[in-house]
């Protein structure tokens, strides 16, 4: 162990992003491993990364190594802090990730980086527990991320809803709730998401009545589409949003639909959905080259930031929807 802490900087309010914080946290210090002297967590949301970096360079005093848990910082950053001489270890699975990487070496710099994982926490766990099976809620977690292409039956959607009820807006809170969710199996999870989940159908419903379209060449040389979008907070619609929202697109004969929501810090977050034959990470990337947003992602699932209301209004001029979706009664039958 290093003589002062190390610094591990994951990517907040994502359940995946603490898992695989607590999965280093338990490598490096045991289960209880929410303690101070174990590491300095730091939360880190892309649509906000300065006040991500700022917080890292207050805690570069520890000659504790760096570690960032399903994300990886911004070029300039990393070349900064590899530049000082500090260990960096970036562990993460997005594809938009593979640029940031490519081409740079040095001692410093350790990768753990599968583009073709479904999640960043069983990727961590299989590289630091490589002999140990890991608990029924990180294989959850592997099925949920990204567009939560892996859930497929409703007991897997009511685990995954229960899931994404935890609290996990700070370290301690996140890790309290995994390691309680640790304990249970697969049909415990299932039968206490029962309820969640189809609170979770309900909101859809509502929130589709209100879709609107924006009309947007989402590929470079493409064709221009009437894209679907609704307004509101992804993480209080469960993982069937992702499936309905592709839905939605395809109703309206475009291969992509978005959510869009205001941040705290006045900043929009634009999420895109796709059935990842229309590669979301490559709408992320054009959006950013054509807007002056940042952002990257998964084949189905990104998500672009903005850095005000203003500048996501002028790039993102609304319309009425052509086809309003049908409302559902009843939770969707798997696919």
Known sequence: M???????????DCIDGAASAWIIAKALGGEDAAAKDVAIF???????????????????HTDGAVYFADLTPEKPFLDELLASGKDVHVLDHHT????????????????????????AAKMIWTHFFPAEKPPA??????????????????EEFAAAALIDAQ???THEDAFAALRGLAKLNFNDMAKKGERIDAKHTRLIDQLFEKAAAVHLQILPGGKSFDVPIVNGNLKNYGRRI?????????ANGAPAAFMWSLQKNGAVSLYIRT??????NEIAKHLCKTTGATGGGHKDA??????SILDFARHMPMKALKQPPKVRREPPSPS
């Open 2 to 12: 290093p003589t002062s802490p190390p610094i591990i900087v994951y990517h907040a």
């Open 42 to 60: 730091i939360p880190y949301r892309h649509n906000d990364s300065k006040t991500g970096e700022e917080a890292v360079r207050a805690a570069l």
């Open 96 to 119: 938009s990730a593979a640029e940031t990487l490519g081409g740079r070496k040095g001692a410093n710099l350790h990768t753990c980086f599968d583009p073709a994982a479904p999640s």
């Open 137 to 154: 809620v990180i294989g959850l977690i592997d099925l949920m991320d990204g567009a939560a292409s892996g859930l497929s039956t409703p």
């Open 167 to 169: 609290n996990i807006h």
């Open 242 to 250: 992702s499936a309905r929202l592709v839905e939605l697109g395809r």
């Open 275 to 280: 059935d990842g034959d229309t590669d979301a």
């Open 302 to 307: 990104a998500a672009v930031h903005f850095a």
